[in-house]
């Protein structure tokens, strides 16, 4: 996967003065989930540090009855205490595991800091197996930049 040929284009959709956040954030899942092949779910959960859970945000993908998450439950709930990348090659072996979907085999959850505080994360499913690479990693640190933008 090229992600370097795909930058330019998060930064187009996320610089768009005429569309609301929300709907950049919906517009860049969408162009995530188009343009990579294993990423089937594609969305943002957002901190509410005071009650310490994790909010749904815009998302692409089979709908979830997962959108509110206490921090410490779950992938997300992980991140959002550890304020760390959370690669999951095979959820199925994973303890603390919210099973979403039985099509759902590996997750990728990348926070996304304002200001070096960690407001929310863009959480990715995979119905393949072990697909996500550092190379993954990094493109979503640099979305995750990109989108902080946007605070």
Known sequence: MDFESL???VVSLLSDPNL??????KNLCQFLSNSVTYYDWVGFYFANHEAKT????PYVGAETDHTIIPFGKGICGQVAESNANFVVPDVSAQDNYIACSFTVKSEIVVPLFVNGKNIGQID???HVLNPFTEADE???EFV???VA???
């Not at 609301?20 to 954030?25: H, P």
């Not at 994790?54 to 945000?57: A, E, F, I, R, S």
């Open 144 to 146: 995750n930049q990109e």
């Open 7 to 9: 930058k330019p284009n």
């Open 20 to 25: 609301e956040r929300d709907v950049k954030l």
């Open 124 to 126: 990715i499913d995979s």
């Open 54 to 57: 994790l909010h749904l945000g």
């Open 149 to 151: 933008k946007l605070f």
């Open 138 to 140: 990094r493109f979503l």
